[in-house]
């Protein structure tokens, strides 16, 4: 589950506290070959699930997921659902608490608690529960730390170009292919009195660097990125110039939600309503948009237009996906259970509770194989994007998400000083070369997450 991207349409408020408990199921359970063993007897291990994708959201994944292991697995699942549940985390954590299985927002968010000793080294369990032969080759290399594995991805994901399939029936517009297509067509849209991209981030400023990161992969290129990050190109290289450049026009136009102050303000489900309503044409997001966006299109929602989606225009029209990991999951240091995490880390991935969360509870996978016949009533939609990015993982043919493969401070970095080129305080060669010495330090230090071979 990847609670950290977005909030939704469901959201409650975020001082709400909702905490409940997958209770044991009453009654026995085999436990083992010696004989039986009272449910209630079985080690206690806790999870904690993040209310912002919806209460909902949460809830399916314990009925659905979570109960079932509880009734024969070899530990009790507790469950707290909560608003803020990374802030929860991470303060836990600095006090030497918090739950057993430990989420994160994503692999240089884990590195992090990694480097702090919060989480425990997993290699011995990827052995044991044969990880390896469940999760695709270039994984799990992503939540070593110093050489040991800290933590397991939970989800992929890329960035795509929706639009409002109807309005652009209605319009005569065609979804573009190429940046050039795309800035022609986004000024075509805005002269129609319409907004061009559904963009904003008062609920979450990360939401910069979906920008920052796409612009980077699509414009310069996933190969320029790679050799940036490995420490063989720069970020200060003229490609990236353009990409942030391009960028930064379609800010200083007024694209995003109409203006840079109402990127600012503008609530996600005021600018999700706005682009089913066809106020707003187009928005660039993840794949963990389909979780809750589609809900605001079609009849139920009072309107009666439909979405699509394409690659993300790249600069020279060949579709380029962006590999992300949504999130990751981990075994607190101090966890006084840590064989029975396992098991139920090596349960959570297996290729049934996957279907189950993607299908069910419109979450995305792990980047682990799922049968098609387990993948019955998916959204077509949806199914072919998982494709699409299955395929780039496979042919080593993907760019490179900021959340999942920048190191954190330049991740920190990227997200807050874009701002500074919006505002025009600082120019696009100055945020550029100030990345590139916040990375310098990081790489020195050896601080860099791992980042597979091209």
Request: proline fraction near 7%; glycine fraction near 8%.
């Amino acid at each position: 589950m990847n609670p950290f991207k977005r909030p939704c349409k469901n959201c409650i408020d975020r001082r709400t506290l909702l905490k409940g408990t997958a209770a044991a199921i009453p009654g026995i359970t085999l436990a083992s070959r010696a004989g039986i063993t009272l449910a209630q007897d079985k080690p206690e291990i806790s999870m904690w699930f993040d209310s912002t994708n919806g209460p909902e959201t949460a809830q399916c994944m314990i009925d659905g997921v979570i109960t079932p292991y509880n009734d024969s697995g070899t530990a009790t699942v507790k469950t707290t659902v909560q608003a803020n549940n990374w802030d929860a985390v991470r303060t836990a954590l600095s006090g030497g608490e918090g739950p057993d299985v430990v989420g994160t927002p994503g692999p240089s968010f884990a590195f992090e608690l990694a480097k702090a000793g919060q989480l425990l080294a997993l290699d011995d369990y990827a052995t044991s529960q044969k990880w390896s032969d469940t999760f695709f080759p270039w994984a799990l290399s992503l939540g070593l730390v110093g050489g040991k594995l800290y933590s397991i991805p939970n989800e992929v994901e890329t960035l795509v170009l929706y639009y409002n399939k109807t309005l652009f029936t209605d319009k005569g517009w065609t979804p573009p292919t190429t940046m050039d297509e795309l800035m022609t067509l986004a000024q075509t849209i805005n002269d129609a009195g319409i907004i061009p991209f559904a963009h904003c981030n008062k609920e979450w400023r990360p939401s910069n660097e979906w920008f920052v990161g796409e612009f980077m992969n699509q414009v310069a290129g996933p190969d320029k990125v790679y050799a940036a990050l490995t420490n063989t190109g720069k970020f200060t290289d003229p490609a990236f110039v353009e990409a942030i450049t391009d960028l930064n026009t379609m800010q200083q136009n007024g694209w995003f939600m109409g203006g840079l102050d109402r990127y600012y303000t503008t609530l996600t489900a005021d600018a999700d309503t706005a682009f089913a309503e066809g106020k707003a044409a187009m928005k660039i997001e993840g794949t963990w948009w389909m979780q809750t966006g589609p809900t605001y299109f079609g009849a139920d929602a009072g309107n009666d237009n439909d979405w699509d989606w394409v690659p993300v225009p790249s600069k020279d029209g060949t579709p380029k996906y962006d590999l992300g990991i949504g999130s990751t999951q981990s075994i607190n240091a101090k966890s006084k259970s840590p064989d029975q995490v396992a098991d139920f880390l090596t349960y959570f991935y297996s290729a049934d509770a996957q279907a189950k969360m993607l299908v069910d509870c419109s979450l995305a996978p792990a980047p682990v194989s799922i049968p098609a016949d387990k993948l019955t009533g998916l959204d077509p939609r949806q199914a072919l994007v998982l494709q699409k990015l299955n395929d780039a993982s496979a042919n080593n043919d993907y760019g490179y998400t900021t959340w999942t493969f920048f190191p954190p401070k330049t991740e920190t970095y990227l997200i807050e000083t874009i701002e500074k080129v919006w505002a025009g305080d600082m120019t696009v060669d100055q945020y550029l070369q100030g990345m590139q010495d916040q990375f310098d330090q990081e790489f020195a230090a050896g601080d860099i997450p791992p980042i597979p071979k091209r």
